[in-house]
């Protein structure tokens, strides 16, 4: 199967949003602890990306816009924007990052394929050997300010502080399933030593050691993601599938369901997982969200907002419930390195 060909494949689940939205019905969000910032934000554009929050607590957001363009937004803590940071070209909006700096880095799919460093300036520069990742999906910085790069066809790149991509682990483990027409790596993010890897195709959550010198250690399954009972029936009878990752400070991890309308949560003591939000009728109002295919995440950081969890919402079919979701997660998200 080419590559154009398992791309086009990612439109298998489109309907799957459709039959998700006869399940939303008055929103009853659960209370966050920064009350300014809105619940729901709606978009009109193409497609959202990722969402990342830098370290005062301003929320990026990088979105194709109907003129096919990628652009990079932000909103104050407050929730006030969107004010535009940067636009990237044309293309497709995919992962999302903020260094300690304060720089933000974005991937575009397309014809302006990499990854993009957006400063000060506003100006976006693509970093050097980008554009030879095949599928850039998911971002993460490590401590020292190593950025890794999810390949959804089965690797992780690293691209060292002001230096040139380089391709630093091609496993098995983050391939899709041969044949497939869903990603494999895909959602990415550090605790302690270790970076995380959602395989979206295979529902697994991929442990790699990073060794003292930078080099990837073996491979292994942290995590097997299992069904979402709370969620939609009618959702059910369709491939279970993930998107995004992140950590809380107690290293449990949380995962967008994106063919669930959820968000999960993965106890790091016992693997146990429990669903922290979910799209459908309001029988349980802390679970209930205005959640329609849910994409990306990230904890908030600012002062008194870190318990909350921003979502980009893709929601194909329904221009009015594509945007970002705030949940209280009820524990504190891991801190920027």
Known sequence: MSAKEKIRG????????????????????????????????????AKTGDVAVDKIGNVYVNVTENDQHV????????????????????GTAYGLAVNAEGDVYAIS??????????????????????????????LAFDRRGNLYVTDSFGGIWRIPPGEVAEAWLQDDLLAPIAGSTWAGANGIAIY????????????????IPIRPDGSPGQPDVWAVIQEVPQ??????????????????????????MVTRAA?????????????IAVAGLPTDAPLFAPLAGPGML?????????????????????????????????VPGLPLP
């Open 71 to 90: 652009r990079i937004w932000k909103f104050t803590p407050e929730g006030e924007g969107p004010s535009v940071v940067a636009d990237i070209g044309t």
């Open 298 to 330: 990230a904890f908030g950081t600012g002062k008194g907002g870190r318990q909350s969890l921003f979502v980009t919402n893709i929601a194909p079919l329904n221009p009015s419930l594509r945007g970002l979701v705030k949940i209280d997660a009820g």
């Open 192 to 207: 302690h030593s270790d970076l995380y890897v959602l395989n979206q195709d295979k529902g697994w959550i991929v442990r």
């Open 10 to 45: 990612f439109a298998m689940w489109l309907p799957i949003f459709a039959i998700a939205l006869m399940f939303l019905g008055t929103w009853a969000a659960a209370d966050g602890p920064v009350a300014d910032f809105p619940g729901f934000i709606g978009f009109n554009i």
């Open 263 to 275: 968000v999960v949560r993965i106890n790091a003591e016992d693997l146990s997982q429990e669903t």
């Open 109 to 138: 799919g397309g014809t302006n394929k990499g990854v993009y460093r957006v400063g000060r300036d506003g100006i976006p520069v693509r970093l050097t050997c980008t554009e030879q990742i095949f599928f850039p999906n998911g």
């Open 231 to 256: 969620s939609p029936p009618a959702l059910r009878s369709y491939p279970l599938r993930g998107d995004g990752l992140a950590f809380d400070v107690h290293g449990n991890v949380y995962v967008t």
